[in-house]
């Protein structure tokens, strides 16, 4: 099966960045692109009847009642989600992505992505979606569960589309971050791009030697590479760098730690995200 | 996010079906009791604890669990040879048989269970809860006066909802059918005649009875019959409460959510139950979804009974048989009866044995077992009929080539033996079997009979294609996960 680009699309002002990242990401990694619509069935609420009393045939009238209004919003949705599709399709097409297919599923987002996991190369998701668009600083209701569930590169992006002109590695020297390093030096999503390897912490020859044998791995692949060490938390001191250096997309390694240790210390990844100014590529 | 979803998705609808529903449960609980024999605080205390453990442990969301008629009914000789303690006992084993029961995924089993089943069910349960309503209503107590409150009872339950549907109408009921007994003084039985009623909060006791294999040997058969008629309705509801609201729910969790449920009533001096299918439909029907209206169900049922225990006393007995005539009006399936003129006739006789049986003995469990027996035999005879015995002569008349298509098993072996002709006098015969399949021993036995019938006239017998016949005879023999099985078995 060939792998593509699968773009999360929904009602939020973040879908023509989503739609404008994976054209990016499907040309860069030159494959096809896939604009994925999720119809995640709410519950409607009835009138309700207080009545509290069941006659002759309650039961199959009150399926009926039911059945009927399900059935009028889930036409609606439907017709919406595939209006959506057709928007994002076009766009795609436009900015010249060949093939570009449609993807409207019932079911909910952690489930169907988990499904269509296989297929999926690269996963762009919007930072929060359409329930919880307006609370910035935060990150949407299912972003975390996405990140845990799926086991594929995935880029989360801003609400308006920058062209992705400098990459910002954030590196700490553990395993998760060594095989994100690898990845991204096996790429081709980010060819051609100056990458900043950046650690958080103290300025010493450990973490000197660290950065330099990474460094050695990015250049190797034909990166050119810059190196910084800078001192404090690292959601703070990262996000500055990144101000600092315009950078356009962070990469990082995510959730290293199990639940558990995240309840009690609370977990970098999900600060880092819910700080993040530019976009992110979070690999697994 | 599970929280949320689970939970608090749904609050306005969720608070108010539970109010509605635990008005609802308060004179079934106690109507229930009575039928089984013991106070109403029995009823009452069972149905806290049940839909409170099971709006946790259940596998159904917005399904609601008390203490129901379909259990009352098995345990009423239990309560009235041994008493009340032997029946918390026997809620506590039932309890754990539930618990293991969904240990080993039993709940599975409910696809035996067919739909014909399930409406004798329903029906037989419909019945017998109007036929626990006719002592008050016959005797000394079926005077004219019990008589008009329930039909005046009836009437405001069926006609309010057409003044307003904000207000529940048994409530309507209760109160002014209350109001008319206290305001004229009418001599009529009430709640307080039947038992004593709950004035505290439920405390923790363990059943007094000895623990020895005579006790075990009492209440193992009411335990086990509980059990099952427990798990039935709740899966059952489950269905129900699953096509109603177009989502899906764990069944297995459930059986085990009902055990612990029914461990946590035996052990505050409650009666087993389970799942209701007219609470359940009152639930959905007001709005509740999530597994917060069944606890709040509980809540509200606890604090209304505690606070209330003094008026609760005081409702006429003529206002619960009338909720419960609306109660076995609503769970009875009165399509079925339209349904018996077109259905198959077989599905209806299962039908209408489960209603039998279950009527005169008193016990869904018997019911359902008669039903799905008569719906397995007539499925057995019809799957029988499958088969076909061709057969040619060959030009010179000395051979003939028989051909068996279909399915041979314990019914249908005496007609595959009748296919054959061992008058006719031939050298050889051709059994061609590898369009036919052979399930059980005595499948191959009638084949062998035929093979030495043949011999002993002289014919020399050669078989096709047994192999493929009989693959049906391997007891792994399943076609669901390999494509070209199905071809094998429909087309070979």
Known sequence: ?284 | MYLKQHWFSNLRGDVLSALVVALALIPEAIAFSIIAGVDPKVGLYASFCIAVITAFAGGRPAMISAATGAMALVMVTLVREHGLQYLLAATLLTGLLQIIFGYFKLGDLMRFVSRSVVTGFVNALAILIFMAQLPELSGQHGTALVYGMTALGLAIIYLFPYVTKAVPSPLVCILVLTALAIYFGFDIRTVADMGELPDSLPIFLWPEVPLTLNTLIIIFPYALALAVVGILESLMTATIVDDLTDTSSDKNRECVGQGIANIGSGLIGGMAGCAMIGQSIINVKSGGRTRLSTLLAGVFLLILIVFLDAWVGLIPMAALVAIMVMVSIGTFNWGSIKDLRTNPKSSSVVMIATVIVTVFTHNLAYGVLVGVLFSALFFASKVGKILFIGSKLSADGHQRQYQVVGQVFFTSAEQFIAGFNFKEAVEQVQIDLSRAHFWDITAISSLDKVVLKFRREGTKVELIGLNEASATLVDKFGVHNQPDAVEKLMGH
Do not use: N
Request: contains cysteine.
């Open chain 1, 1 to 284: 099966m060939t792998k593509k680009v699968l773009a999360c699309i929904d009602a939020s002002p973040y879908a023509e960045a989503v739609c404008d990242y994976a054209v990016w990401a499907a040309k860069k990694l030159d494959v096809a692109m896939s604009v994925v619509h999720i119809l995640d069935k709410a519950q409607h609420t009835h009138t309700p009847d207080l009545s509290g009393s069941i006659g002759l045939g309650s039961q199959e009238l009150l399926l009926q009642q039911l059945a009927e209004l399900d059935e009028k919003h889930s036409r609606l949705a439907l017709a919406r989600g595939r209006s959506i599709l057709d928007a994002a399709k076009s766009r795609a097409e436009q900015a010249g992505v060949k093939a570009v297919d449609e993807r409207l599923r019932h079911g909910q987002l952690v489930e169907t992505l988990t499904e269509l996991e296989d297929e999926t190369r690269l996963l762009v998701l919007g930072k929060r979606g359409f329930s919880s668009a307006e609370a910035h600083g935060h990150m949407g209701l299912h972003v975390e569960r996405v990140i845990r569930s799926l086991h594929k590169p995935i880029l989360l992006t801003q609400q308006s589309y920058t062209e992705p002109k400098r990459i910002m590695l954030a590196y700490d020297g553990s395993a998760t971050a060594l095989k994100g390093l690898e990845m991204l030096a096996a790429s081709p999503l980010g060819r051609g791009l100056p990458v900043h390897l950046v650690m958080a912490g103290a300025d010493v020859e450990a973490a000197r030697c660290q950065m330099d044998t990474a460094a050695q791995i990015l250049r190797t692949a034909g990166f050119d590479t810059k190196t910084a060490i800078v001192a404090g938390e690292p959601e703070t001191v990262l996000h500055q760098y990144q101000q600092e250096h315009v950078i356009d997309l962070m990469v990082m390694g995510a959730y290293g730690h199990s639940r558990i240790r995240q309840f009690i210390v609370g977990s970098t990844t999900t600060a880092m995200i819910c700080k993040a100014k530019c976009s992110l590529l979070i690999l697994r």
